[in-house]
C-alpha cells in the first residue's frame, strides 16, 4: 500500500487541534452527562422505563430531522465570521442554557407533569445542540485536506472528548452522595448549571480560534432567502439525493449506525449490573464502583484505543484499522460475562481495554473517512458539502441514538427489571446479562459486513486530491498568509 508524506502547509496547527478538540469535549459531554442524568428519571424519579426510553429517543428524531436541514443552512451561509462558526457560537448558547432548564424537575410532582416538562425543554435542546454540532462537524471535515492529517485532527478531538467520558460516569457519585445533595433529583438540578455553563464556554472556543475553508467557488452556493424559499427547498432534497447516492458514505452511515446502536442500547445495563447483580441492588455498597467503570473505559479509549488506532490506520489503511478494532472490541464484549463477578468486582476493568476499540476506533476513522467522502463528492457533483455529509452521517448517529434508547427501555422491560425495587430476579439480571452482551456483538458483526467493499484507500484519497487541484487550485483557509 502507497504512503504519502503530509506537506507542511496541510498539517494543522496544535492549538487549532486544540480548539477543535475543546467544542468535542462540549459535543461529547452533553450526551456523556445526560446518560448519567437519564437514570435519575427511573431510579429517583420512579418514572416507568419505557416513558424515559420515549424521553430519549422522541426528542431525538426531532434533532435527527433537523439535521439536513442545519447542514444545507450552514454549507451556503455566506457571511463575513464564516459558513460555520456563528452558528457555533449561537448553538452552544442555547444548548448550554436548555441543558440547565431541563433539569428542574422535582419528584413531588406528576409523572405526567415531568414527561411533559422534559419532553417540551429537551425539543429546544436538540434544536440547539443541532445548530451547535452540524456546523462543528462540517468544519473539521474541511480543516486539511490531507488523509492522514484528517485522522490525526479526528484523533486529537476524540482523545480530548473521551474527557468527557471520564469525568461524567462522577456525576452518578455526586448526585447519590447524601453529603453533597439532600437528594438525587437536588442534585441534578444544581449540576446540571454547571455542566451547561462548561459545554458552553467549551463550545464557544472552536467558533473564535479556528479557520474555515475559502470555498472555491461562491457561485454555486445557494442565496439563502425567503424569496428563494422554492428553490432551495429543491436544491436541498437534490443535496440529500446526491449525498444518499454517494455509495461509500451510506457504507460509513450504516456501519456507524450499527455499532452506535448497539453499544447505546446497553450504555446504562453497565450501572444496573453492577449495582443489581455485583451488589445485589445495595447502591450504597456500589458507592464509586460504576463511575470508575465508565472512567476506565473512557481512559482506555484516550490512551489506548486512539493512539494505536491512529497509528494502525497508518500502516493498514482506515478501512482496515476498523475492521481490527471492532473485531477487538467483539473479544471485550464476550469477556464481559465472566468480567462481571460479585466475588470479584475487580474483573470488571479486564473487558475493558478490548471493548473500548468499538467507539474509539469508531470515530476516530469514520470522521476522518467521511472528510475523504466529502472530496468525492466534491470531484463528481463540483460543490463543497461538508454540511450536508456532517448532517447526514449524524442524522444517522442520532437516530440510531433514539432508537436504542428506546429499544433500551423495551429490553429493560422485557427482561423483567422493576424499578420499583432494590432486589431483582435472578433471571431477569440473566437474561440482562445476555442482552448486554449479544447485542453490540451480533451488530458489530454487521457494521464489519458493511465495509467490506469500502473502497476510498491511501492512494485513491491521493488521486481525488491531485485531480480537484488540478480543476480548482488548492482551497485556501480564512487566515491563511497570501
Not at 508524506?5 to 477543535?20: R, S, W, Y
Not at 413531588?108 to 462543528?136: D, R
Amino acid at each position: 500500500m502507497a504512503h504519502y508524506k503530509t506537506a507542511k502547509e496541510d498539517i494543522v496547527p496544535f492549538g487549532q487541534k486544540l480548539a477543535f478538540g475543546s467544542g468535542h469535549l462540549a459535543n461529547q459531554l452533553f450526551p456523556a452527562a445526560l446518560g448519567v442524568f437519564m437514570v435519575v428519571l427511573v431510579m429517583s424519579l420512579n418514572m416507568n422505563p419505557v416513558l424515559a426510553g420515549l424521553l430519549g429517543a422522541l426528542p431525538r428524531l426531532i434533532d435527527a430531522l433537523s439535521d439536513p436541514i442545519m447542514g444545507f443552512i450552514s454549507d451556503n451561509t455566506k457571511s463575513k465570521w464564516g459558513r460555520r462558526k456563528p452558528y457555533i457560537l449561537l448553538g452552544s448558547v442555547i444548548t448550554g442554557v436548555a441543558f440547565m432548564v431541563m433539569w428542574q424537575l422535582n419528584p413531588e410532582n406528576s409523572q405526567t407533569y415531568n414527561f411533559v416538562y422534559f419532553l417540551i425543554v429537551s425539543i429546544f435542546f436538540y434544536i440547539g445542540y443541532t445548530i451547535f454540532a452540524t456546523p462543528l462537524i462540517g468544519l473539521g471535515y474541511e480543516m486539511t485536506p490531507d488523509y492522514n492529517e484528517r485522522t490525526r485532527l479526528m484523533a486529537v478531538s476524540q482523545w480530548m472528548g473521551q474527557i468527557a467520558w471520564m469525568i461524567a460516569p462522577w456525576f452518578w457519585v455526586i448526585i447519590y452522595e447524601p453529603a453533597i445533595f439532600e437528594s438525587a433529583p437536588e442534585g441534578a438540578k444544581t449540576l446540571s448549571i454547571w455542566v451547561g455553563a462548561l459545554c458552553m464556554v467549551l463550545g464557544i472556543f472552536p467558533a473564535l480560534f479556528n479557520k474555515e475553508m475559502i470555498v472555491p467557488d461562491k457561485d454555486k452556493m445557494a442565496d439563502l432567502s425567503m424569496k428563494q424559499l422554492a428553490a432551495n427547498t429543491k436544491e436541498f432534497v437534490r443535496g440529500i439525493k446526491l449525498t444518499l447516492k454517494n455509495k461509500p458514505f451510506i457504507k460509513l452511515c450504516g456501519a456507524t449506525f450499527f455499532i452506535f446502536n448497539g453499544f447505546q442500547t446497553i450504555a446504562q445495563f453497565a450501572m444496573f449490573i453492577i449495582v443489581y447483580y455485583l451488589f445485589n441492588g445495595d447502591k450504597v455498597a456500589a458507592g464509586t464502583w460504576p463511575a470508575w467503570f465508565g472512567t476506565v473505559s473512557a481512559m482506555a479509549t484516550a490512551f489506548v484505543v486512539i493512539p494505536v488506532v491512529t497509528k494502525l490506520s497508518e500502516k493498514v489503511g482506515k478501512k482496515n484499522a476498523f475492521i481490527i478494532a471492532t473485531l477487538i472490541s467483539i473479544i471485550g464484549y464476550v469477556l464481559k460475562w465472566w468480567g462481571f463477578n460479585p466475588a470479584n468486582p475487580w474483573l470488571m476493568f479486564i473487558p475493558i481495554p478490548f471493548l473500548s476499540f468499538g467507539i474509539g476506533g469508531l470515530f476516530t476513522l469514520m470522521m476522518s473517512m467521511t472528510a475523504d467522502v466529502c472530496d468525492l463528492d466534491e470531484l463528481n457533483n463540483e460543490e463543497r458539502r461538508e454540511g450536508m455529509f456532517g448532517a447526514v452521517y449524524w442524522w444517522m448517529v442520532k437516530l440510531g441514538t433514539a432508537l436504542a434508547l428506546l429499544t433500551s427501555g423495551v429490553v429493560l422491560s422485557l427482561v423483567g427489571f422493576d424499578q420499583s425495587v432494590d432486589v431483582q430476579t435472578v433471571e431477569t439480571l440473566t437474561n440482562l446479562r445476555v442482552a448486554d452482551i449479544v447485542i453490540p456483538v451480533f451488530t458489530a458483526l454487521l457494521a464489519i459486513v458493511l465495509v467490506w467493499k469500502y473502497d476510498i484507500t491511501e492512494t485513491k484519497a491521493h488521486e481525488i486530491r491531485e485531480a480537484l487541484i488540478a480543476r480548482r487550485g488548492k482551497v485556501k483557509h480564512n487566515g491563511d498568509k497570501a
